[in-house]
C-alpha cells in the first residue's frame, strides 16, 4: 500500500513538474534571434525599378519573421550626391504582429522629387528588435505633365452625425495624401486610399500657367459663390443620413469665409472648395468617382441643394447648369490604407 501511494506521488510529481517545463517552453518559443526575411520585391510596374516624380510606386513582396512583424519602413534618398530623400512607416494591423504577410503597397513619389538615380531600402523590424533589409537602384523620371488641379485629402478628428461631422478638429503628424490632375481632369498621381471610418478634410486647388493658386475664383464673394457647387458624383454611396448604424457616407462642403473675409453664413451658402467627406463602413471597396464642381445656370439654385444631393445620379438634371471642372480618380475604402 505504501509502495503505490509512493509510486502514484512519484508519477503525480512528474506530470507537474513536465507541465511547468512544458509552459515555460512555450513562453520561449519565439526566437528573438531569427532575423526576419523578405522574399523577393517588385519594385515598380513589372518590377522595373522606375517611376515617375508625383505618381505612386508599386511595391509587392512576401515577409517571414519568426518573431512577429513591428513596423516596415521604407528610405528613398538619391545617388549621385544630391540630398533629397524620403521615407514612410508601415504599422498597419494587416502587417503589425503577423509571423508571414505580403506587403502590397503604392507609395506615393513626391511630385518635388528630382529625376535622377536613387537608392531604395526596405526594412522589416520584428517584436524581437531584430530587422532585415533588402536594397535596391530605383530611377526616378520627371513628371512630363503640369498639374492644373489637385485634391489633397487630410484626416481630422470628429464625430458623423446624419448628413453632417461634429467638433471637426486637426489630428497631429498627419501625412495628407494628394491627388493631381491635368487639365481634362485625368489623374496624374495616386489614388485616394481612405480608411472607411475616418473623416477626412478634402482642399480643391486649381493653378494657372505659371502655378498659382486659382480656385478662390469660385467664392471670392457670396453673389459669385451662389452660382457654384461641389458633388462628389459616381458609386451610388449609402448616405449616413440613410443607414441603419451611422456607418454611412457624408460629403460636407464647408467653407466658413468668403475670400473677400466675409463669413458664409448656413449649410446651403458653402461651395465645397473645402469639403469633409468619409466613406463609412458602409461603403468598403473600391470605387470610381468623380468631384464635380458645377456653375448653376441660375443664382437661386443653390439654396435649394441640400447635404443630402452630393451624390444625386441625376444632379445635373436636377441643378441646371455646367460642370466647370470634373476630376475622376480610384477611392479605396479599405481598412489599413493609409
Known sequence: MKTRNINFLLLFTA??????????????DVPVSTKPEIGTMEIGSDNNKTVKAGSDLHLEGDIMAEALIDK???????????????????TDEKY?????????????????????????????????????????????????VKA?????????????????????ADKENVEPTTISFDGTGKALAGHAHLKPAGIYK?????????????????????ATADHYKAFLSGA??????????????????RETKYED?????????????????????????????SYVLRKFSDSTIKSKITRDDWNLSDYAAKFPGDDVVKLSFE???EEGED
Open 15 to 28: 506530470l507537474f513538474f513536465g507541465f511547468l517545463s512544458s509552459c515555460k517552453k512555450d513562453d520561449a
Open 72 to 90: 516596415i519602413v521604407i528610405e528613398i534618398h538619391q545617388e549621385g550626391g544630391g540630398n533629397f530623400k524620403f521615407a514612410k512607416v508601415y
Open 96 to 144: 503589425v504582429g503577423k509571423r508571414n504577410a505580403t506587403f502590397h503597397e503604392h507609395m506615393d513619389i513626391p511630385s518635388e522629387a528630382p529625376a535622377g538615380q536613387y537608392h531604395f531600402h526596405f526594412m522589416v523590424t520584428d517584436k524581437a528588435g531584430n530587422t532585415a533589409t533588402l536594397e535596391s537602384p530605383l530611377t526616378i523620371q520627371a513628371a512630363d
Open 148 to 168: 492644373s488641379y489637385k485634391l489633397i485629402f487630410t484626416e481630422v478628428k470628429g464625430e458623423a452625425h446624419g448628413n453632417h461631422f461634429h467638433d471637426l
Open 202 to 222: 478634402i482642399e480643391f486647388k486649381q493653378f494657372d500657367a505659371s502655378g498659382k493658386e486659382i480656385q478662390g475664383q469660385y467664392i471670392k464673394d457670396k
Open 236 to 253: 451610388a454611396f449609402v448616405l449616413n443620413s440613410k443607414s441603419t448604424n451611422e456607418s454611412g457616407a457624408i460629403f460636407q462642403t
Open 261 to 289: 473675409g466675409t463669413i458664409v453664413n448656413g449649410a446651403t451658402e458653402t461651395t465645397g472648395i473645402i469639403t469633409y467627406f468619409t466613406a463609412g463602413k458602409d461603403n468598403e471597396g473600391e470605387k470610381e468617382v
Open 331 to 333: 477611392l479605396h475604402a
